[in-house]
């Protein structure tokens, strides 16, 4: 099993950051400090380390600290089984996010093929009763980190299905246009398809690998779309389809319409009918199967991202996914406004205390 430790880190224009350096010689990394002071900013700045946009799904250009002129900048010193890595990101002149890897260029994927982060934000916590698209989202930036060339082929299929949903639009009724853009569709389609339920399939299994499950009930994981088989039958039923998405205006077969459903399977409930707290509990189990998976398959931990875990978890089951989450060796940033469960954090952990220095009008680090 590799080892993987994030040992340096600097923000450079970032939010709330005008210059931040950071140096972490552990595995527990606990950021504390009152509302506003920048915790999250420094978890998202992480999370950015990974294909997509972060743990807030902020548009590039919103990363800018605001009234600075100077473009964003971030740079990670990896640890990797005592190799050490560079990582730069940031947004470069033409607006768009760039990458670095010990000072060469390199195309955006290969930060998936690096290292995966994997993070729970407060944000998640309506993540079974909210839209669909949000758990689409969630599905494929977990599908993103065993299979990195997913990222690209979801922006491919969003663009291709645009470009369809406009023929629609413009009433195109051009046989040769459409047949171009369903092929398109029918070879991404399929990808996006499988690797989501090779990922599913994948974590259902790890489950008989969760060792003190505590309060993190067993999930069963599924799509609400009959699987595709194969490209071939995908493009025949977007033909077949055409003349009722015409009338729609746009396409209503495909992946971008499955749903990722849970089921709490001791319950037999849906996710979306559990309670607020069993919510959670099924949402962190979820967490820790994907944990679990991609440092089985990888043979090399996710860095984990825990922005106000302790605002939702009581102090035994938060021991339990801390347990978990130690139990691989994983390297674990979280955060948090107060500092009460320090008793329960993993030995030789490293505090950050973020607080204002009202004096300097700045903020101070201890
Ligand atoms: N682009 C930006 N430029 C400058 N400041 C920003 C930018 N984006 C966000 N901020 C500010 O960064 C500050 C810190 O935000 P952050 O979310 O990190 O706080 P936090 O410590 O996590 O607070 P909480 O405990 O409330 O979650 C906020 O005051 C926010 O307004
Ligand atoms: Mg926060």
New binding site residues.
């Given amino acids: 099993m590799d080892n993987l430790d994030l040992k340096k880190l600097t923000l450079r224009n970032?939010?709330?950051y005008k210059n931040l350096d950071l140096q972490f010689n552990s595995k527990f990394i606990y950021?504390s400090?009152?509302?506003?002071?920048?915790?999250?900013?420094?978890?998202?700045a992480i999370s950015l380390f990974s294909p997509g946009r972060g743990l807030r799904n902020a548009n590039i250009s919103?990363?800018?600290?605001?009234?600075?002129k100077n473009l964003w900048h971030l740079s990670a010193i990896l640890n990797i089984s005592n190799i050490f890595m560079e990582i730069e990101i940031g947004l470069d002149k033409t607006g768009k996010k760039h990458l670095r890897i010990d000072g060469k260029k390199k195309p955006l994927f290969c930060l998936a093929e690096i290292f995966k982060i994997l993070w729970i934000t407060?944000l998640m916590d309506r993540l079974w009763i909210g839209a669909s698209n949000e758990r689409r989202r969630f599905l494929d930036r977990l599908v993103m980190n065993f299979f990195p060339h997913h990222a690209k082929y979801c922006i491919l299929y969003d663009q291709a299905l645009t470009k369809r949903n406009l023929l629609f639009k413009d009433n195109e009724k051009d046989e040769a246009w459409f047949i171009a853009i369903e092929k398109q569709l029918a070879e991404i389609g399929y990808f996006i398809d499988k690797y989501r339920r090779e990922v599913i399939n994948l974590l259902s299994k790890m489950q008989l690998n969760m060792k003190n499950k505590g309060y993190f009930p067993i999930l069963d994981i599924g799509l609400n779309t009959n699987p595709i088989n194969n490209m071939d039958e995908f493009f025949e039923n977007l033909k077949k389809n055409r003349k009722n998405d015409y009338k729609f205006k746009r396409t209503l077969i495909g992946p971008h319409k499955s749903d990722l459903i849970i089921h709490h399977i001791v319950k037999n409930m849906p996710a979306k009918n559990c309670s607020t707290g069993e919510q959670k509990s099924l949402l962190l189990s979820l967490f820790i199967l994907s944990s679990l998976a991609i440092s089985k398959k990888f043979q090399q931990p996710p860095i984990i991202l825990l922005?106000?875990i302790v605002a939702h978890l009581d102090k035994e089951n938060l021991k339990i996914l801390l347990e978990q989450l130690i139990s691989i060796n994983a390297q674990i940033f979280a955060?948090g406004?107060d500092k009460s469960n320090f008793d329960i954090f993993p030995p030789n952990f490293l505090s950050y205390n973020?607080n204002w220095d009202k004096e300097k009008m700045c903020m101070n680090l201890n």
């Fill in positions: 970032f939010r709330s950021f400090g009152p509302n506003g002071i920048g915790k999250t900013n420094i978890l998202e919103d990363l800018n600290q605001v009234k600075n407060p922005d106000e955060s406004t973020l």
